[in-house]
C-alpha cells in the first residue's frame, strides 16, 4: 500500500527566501506524482505533474523534482512571497492510471511579509 | 466552462439521516473521484469512476454508495450519516493525468 509522508508539517520563513517542501513514498512504481495548493476553506489547486519517465518540472517560480528510485519528491519555490501561504499537498498516483491519488497530509507554509 | 461543481457547499445531518453529495463535470473526462479530507490531514479516496457505469471502491468506501448513469455526474450518498463521516468531501475528475477537483462539500453529522 502506498504510503506518503511529507516533512516539515509547517514551515514559516521571511518574504524574499528561497524555500524546499519535501516528500517521500514507499513504493516507487508510481505512474506520476502531484503537488497542490490548499487555500484555508477551499478546493485544492494543481500545480504541477511530473510524470514517472521524468525529472523535473517548472512553473513560474516553482520546480518539482522526482527521483524514484529514492522515493522522493521535492518543491522548490524561489524567492518566497505572502501570497504563496497555503498548505502544500504532494500525491502520488499508483498504478495504470485510473486509480485515486495517494495524498500526504501537507505542509502548512507561512511566508512573513 | 465551469470545471467541476459540487452542491451543497456545507450542510448538517442528523446521526441516521441521508443525502447525496452532488458532483458534476463539463470537461468531457471519463475519470472520477471522490475524496474526504479530515482536519489536519491529507484527502483519502472513497470511489472512483473510469467511465459511465463502472464504479469502483478506494480506501475509506464504508457507509458510502456512489452511481455514474452519465459522464457528466458522479453522485456521492450516504444512507445512514454517521459523526464519524464528518469531513470535508471533494471531488475529482481527471482525462487521465492531472486531477481537478471541486471546492468541496463541507459535511457535519449530529
Known amino acids: 500500500k502506498q504510503e506518503v509522508t511529507q516533512i516539515p508539517a509547517a514551515l514559516s520563513v521571511p518574504e524574499g527566501e528561497n524555500l524546499v517542501l519535501n516528500c517521500s513514498f514507499t513504493?516507487?512504481?508510481?505512474?506520476?506524482l502531484q503537488w497542490f495548493r490548499q487555500d484555508p476553506g477551499k478546493g485544492l489547486t494543481s500545480l504541477l505533474l511530473i510524470q514517472s519517465s521524468q525529472r523535473e518540472q517548472t512553473s513560474g517560480r516553482l520546480n518539482a523534482s522526482l527521483d524514484k528510485s529514492s522515493g522522493r519528491s521535492t518543491l522548490y519555490i524561489a524567492a518566497s512571497q505572502p501570497g504563496d501561504s497555503a498548505t502544500y499537498l504532494c500525491?502520488?498516483?499508483?498504478?495504470?492510471?485510473?486509480?485515486?491519488?495517494?495524498f500526504g497530509k501537507g505542509t502548512h507554509l507561512i511566508i512573513q511579509p | 466552462n465551469a470545471g467541476v461543481t459540487q452542491t451543497p457547499k456545507f450542510r448538517i445531518l442528523k446521526i441516521g439521516q441521508s443525502m447525496t453529495l452532488q458532483c458534476a463535470q463539463d470537461?468531457?473526462?471519463?475519470?472520477m473521484y471522490w475524496y474526504r479530507q479530515d482536519p489536519g490531514m491529507g484527502l483519502k479516496l472513497i470511489y472512483y469512476?473510469?467511465?459511465?457505469?463502472?464504479?469502483d471502491k478506494g480506501e475509506v468506501p464504508n457507509g458510502y454508495n456512489v452511481s455514474r448513469s452519465t459522464t457528466e455526474d458522479f453522485p456521492l450518498r450516504l444512507e445512514l450519516a454517521a459523526p464519524s463521516q464528518t469531513s470535508v468531501y471533494f471531488c475529482?475528475?481527471?482525462?487521465?493525468?492531472?486531477?481537478?477537483f471541486g471546492p468541496g462539500t463541507r459535511l457535519t453529522v449530529l
Open positions: 500525491a502520488a498516483h499508483s498504478g495504470g492510471g485510473a486509480d485515486g491519488l495517494t
Open positions: 513504493d516507487s512504481a508510481i505512474y506520476n
Open positions: 470537461m468531457n473526462h471519463n475519470y
Open positions: 469512476s473510469v467511465g459511465a457505469g463502472i464504479t
Open positions: 475529482a475528475s481527471s482525462p487521465g493525468t492531472f486531477q481537478f
